[in-house]
T-cell receptor
Framework: EAGVTQFPSHSVIEKGQTVTLRCDPISGHDNLYWYRRVMGKEIKFLLHFVKESKQDESGMPNNRFLAERTGGTYSTLKVQPAELEDSGVYFC?????????FGPGTRLLVL | QKEVEQNSGPLSVPEGAIASLNCTYSDRGSQSFFWYRQYSGKSPELIMSIYSNGDKEDGRFTAQLNKASQYVSLLIRDSQPSDSATYLCAVPLMDTGRRALTFGSGTRLQVQP
């Protein structure tokens, strides 16, 4: 069974540019989560989809972040415009029940 | 007080010893608890989940839960150098109303050969 996949693995962009991260969850998992770890801090929740609906986006830092989940399958997280403090590792996780399985993460560096 | 708290370590143990990792959480209503292992530069990997008070064993790993004390621990028996990683305690906090996990900062374990 394929695990959670994320693309790209790394992204280096300049402040003010736009970046789009993609997550493909495990097939059949209705729940999809985005998390972020910035340098020196713990992993923090961003938002939660159930199928194509946003169940909880209380962790989104500001309106520069936009997440979508097309047809309840893969999800994208767009950062526009990117700021220096957006640098970190963005993880996606999916679940059918309570147990969440994590993808390898996208390492974002904003210069 | 942090919502999920762990000692950041590093915790250094010799090969073959028992490593004991601890976690406390703020929400008395929390019902499920997870331990993830994360190697440097890799994704968190689920090691154990526990839902009831007491011990749960899986191979060399034992999770212990005490809801009255709001405390969950992970014991690793016969520690191996390959166990060297950061161990993350994660809890869906009921008082947030979320199913999402709240993570501790992680404890870095070093197993010395």
């Amino acid at each position: 069974e394929a695990g959670v996949t994320q693309f790209p693995s790394h992204s280096v962009i300049e402040k003010g540019q736009t970046v789009t991260l993609r997550c493909d969850p495990i097939s059949g998992h209705d729940n999809l989560y985005w998390y972020r770890r910035v340098m020196g801090k713990e992993i923090k929740f961003l938002l939660h989809f159930v199928k194509e609906s946003k169940q909880d986006e209380s962790g989104m830092p500001n309106n520069r972040f936009l997440a979508e989940r097309t047809g309840g399958t893969y999800s994208t997280l767009k950062v526009q415009p990117a700021e220096l403090e957006d640098s970190g590792v963005y993880f996606c996780a999916s679940s059918w029940g309570e147990t969440q399985y994590f993808g390898p993460g996208t390492r974002l560096l904003v210069l | 007080q942090k919502e999920v708290e762990q000692n950041s370590g590093p915790l250094s143990v010799p090969e073959g010893a028992i490593a004991s990792l601890n976690c406390t959480y703020s929400d008395r209503g929390s019902q499920s608890f997870f331990w993830y292992r994360q190697y440097s530069g890799k994704s968190p990997e689920l090691i154990m989940s526990i839902y009831s008070n007491g011990d749960k064993e899986d191979g060399r790993f034992t999770a212990q839960l005490n809801k009255a004390s709001q405390y969950v621990s992970l014991l690793i028996r016969d520690s191996q150098p390959s166990d060297s990683a950061t161990y993350l305690c994660a809890v869906p906090l009921m008082d947030t109303g979320r199913r999402a996990l709240t993570f501790g900062s992680g404890t870095r374990l070093q197993v010395q050969p």
